[in-house]
Every structure is written in C-alpha cells, then in structure tokens.
C-alpha cells in the first residue's frame, strides 16, 4: 500500500483520485481550502484520510503541509498537483490580476507542491510526481487564453523535471484530462467580464456551449481514478496521460497542426543557423 498526497480533494477529479486510492486501500493526505471539508474527507476512510487546510499559493503553508505529512503520516510515494481552476475569457478581455491569479494557483502552486515533495523523494531515490495540466496543456481554445496558458507552462516544468530526476528512481507524469463530468466548468469556473462586441460573434457560442455541457462531459471521474492507479503498477509509467476520447482527439489535431507547419517551414527555419553552430541535445 502506498501513501499519496493529493492537493484540492474537497470536489471533482481531486476527490475522485483520492477516492480512488482509499477504495483500492491506500492512504491519503488531502488537501482542502476550507475547514468545512476537513471532516468530510477525513470521514471517507477514518485513519487513512488525513485532511489537511491548504492554500496552494501559500509557499510557505505548502513546505510545512509536506514536511509534516511526511513526518507524521509517514513517506509519500505518490505526490499529485491537483489543486487548480479554470479561467474563461477571451485574452483582450481578461484583466491581468485574473492572469496573474491564474497562474499563481495552476503553476506556482503546483510547483510548490512538487518543490516540497522532491527533497524527501530523491533522499529515498524513489516515488511518483504527478501534476493535473489539461489537454489544454497540449492544445488551445478559443476563450480559454490564461487556462491554456498556465497549462502549457505546467507541462513545460514537468517535461525538464522529468529528465532531471529519472536518475534518482523517481518518475513524472503529466496527467491531461479532457472534459470530465465534474464542476469544473460549472460553479467551479471564473469568467471574465464581456467587455468588447467584436468577441460577441465568435465567443458567445462558445461559452453558452460551455455552459450547456456542465454535468452531462464525456469523462467518468472515477474511470480516471482507475487509469491513474494502473499506471502506479507499471515499470515505466507514462510522462504524459492523456484522459478521455475527446482529448485525445483534440491533442492529436492540434499536434498535427504543429507537425505540418514545421514541415511548411522547415526550409526557412534552416537559414537562421551559423553554419559552424554547436548542436544542443534535449538532455
């Protein structure tokens, strides 16, 4: 049986995950904003639910939380970056304080949790780091600037830690869900302000579709609980897990996209080079 810490389990695939892993005998810290939702984490599984209050944008708040999971719950094995939002507006509209928010939670909260977690990992030289990006770490919508911008990031940090630490036992897994029926598009969703009619044509649509869709997506929340635990049994666990139908077929479009602009311009690309230049490699 292994320990995780999972940060944001009061609701959606957090709590899903964390469901998952009691149901399958594990034990898990979990971390909630609100001291209402303590209990009714901790009720789940008495004696393997450890709820814990935590604001994620708090760096010093996320060390301790870690710090003394380790040293009263015992070591974590599995260590997920859940805790997150979504941002809806299109880029001119979005006030930059909802930007900086918006990273201060998916980004530097989840590298905070990550930050915490490693020391105690590489001293073992094992154990997992996982972070919940999106497929909109991987592709972009109309509408969805700052979110796909905060997952794009998110996927970049995890990509170079992944090659910094496969040497010490320990694995990364960027975890992409597509649109899973929780309520991360409903009451959990912060919408910018409609400011500007030129958007109204090609934005309206989009977000009464949003809307529209809350409580009935595609993903079954306790299906990705599942793949999440099979991929911990595995002897090489994937760098990315893509989630849902739906995101695989929108990451592999927008891919492809790259792929053939690449393609287009490859010739141009080559004449930027010093023709004695040194080749950098990716590790």
Known sequence: MKTF????????????FAQGALDAGHTVVGTVRKEADLAAFEALAPGRAHGRLLDVTDDEAVFQV?????????????????????LEGVFEETPMAAVR??????????????????????ARRSGHLMAV???GGLMAVPGMSAYCGSKFALEGMLESMRKEVAGFGIHVTAIEPGSFRTEWAGRSMTRAERSIPDYDELFEPIRAARRKASGNQLGNPQKAAEALLHILDVPEPPAHLVLGSDALRLVRQAREAVDDDIRTWEALSRTTDFPDGAQITSN
């Open 66 to 86: 870690i710090n003394d999971a380790e040293s009263t719950v015992g070591p974590l094995d599995v260590v997920i970056a859940n805790a997150g939002y979504g």
């Open 101 to 122: 928010a918006q990273f201060e939670t998916n980004v530097f909260g989840a590298a905070a949790t990550l930050k915490a977690a490693l020391p105690h990992m590489r």
């Open 5 to 16: 810490l999972i940060t944001g389990v009061s609701s959606g695939l957090g709590r899903a």
């Open 133 to 135: 990006t999106s497929m």
